[in-house]
């Protein structure tokens, strides 16, 4: 059973950039597509992007300028970076895996706040 | 993007009696391979979304067979046989047939 946990700080200030890891235990991080959604009450869930072990992402166009993800699988771990955060970047965010374009498996959820 | 839209926005629903979400997307969902990506998971209060069924109508494992999926093109609909208490929370349809991928508002099912 692949087991997802978000890291990463609770608070990030105006202007800087949020830093998220998600660790993958249960499984292989060379299976699936590893993805990373959030959840504002503004926006409801809202996916941001998606990674696969050989490389390949995607990027939701809303925010591919501000958005890096990228993959360790020495690690077994996969990583977002937004720059520019506002308030409006506030919100759950949650790891997420599956199977085409299913979402079966998902971390716990981590808030971040954007607060000076 | 696909938009998806979620009706009714709050169910409320008597114990044991059926309830049913309907979802809308703005273009058909069906992937040139011939699958309709619409998944529709369930998040109940403090937790993180579950997946309850993918591809219009499959169940995950472990998901009660008092859910069910149906529907096509742009018109889907999830179904409760009979509500029970652990059933409460946001439902929401989502579709990975086109990125980007997107979700529906959400429906909140309380109980009467």
């Known amino acids: 059973q692949v087991q997802l946990q978000e890291s990463g700080p609770g608070l990030v200030k105006p202007s800087e950039t949020l830093s998220l890891t998600c660790t993958v235990s249960g499984g292989s991080i060379n299976t699936f597509y590893w993805s990373w959604i959030r959840q504002s009450p503004g926006k409801g869930l809202e996916w941001i992007a998606y990674i696969h072990s050989s490389g390949s992402t995607n990027y939701n166009p809303s925010l591919k300028s501000r958005v890096t993800i990228s993959i360790d699988t020495s690690k077994n771990h996969f990583s977002l970076r937004l720059t520019s955060v506002t308030a409006a970047d506030t919100a759950v965010y949650y790891c997420a895996t599956g199977y085409s374009g299913t979402f079966g498996f998902w971390g716990q959820g981590i808030l971040v706040t954007v607060s000076s | 993007d696909i938009v998806m839209t979620q009706t009714p926005l709050s169910s409320p629903v008597t114990l044991g009696q059926p309830a049913s979400i309907s979802c809308r997307s703005s273009q058909s969902l069906v992937y040139s391979d011939g699958n309709t990506y619409l998944s529709w998971l369930q998040q109940r209060p403090g937790q993180p979304p579950r997946l309850l069924l993918y591809?219009?109508?499959n169940r995950m494992s472990g998901v009660p067979d008092r859910f069910s999926g149906s529907g096509a093109g742009t018109d889907f609909t999830l179904e409760i046989s009979r509500v029970e208490a652990e059933d409460v929370g946001i439902y929401y349809c989502?579709?990975?047939?086109?990125?980007?991928?997107?979700f529906g508002q959400g429906t909140k099912v309380e109980i009467k």
């Open positions: 989502m579709q990975a047939t086109q990125f980007p991928w997107t």
């Open positions: 591809k219009i109508s």
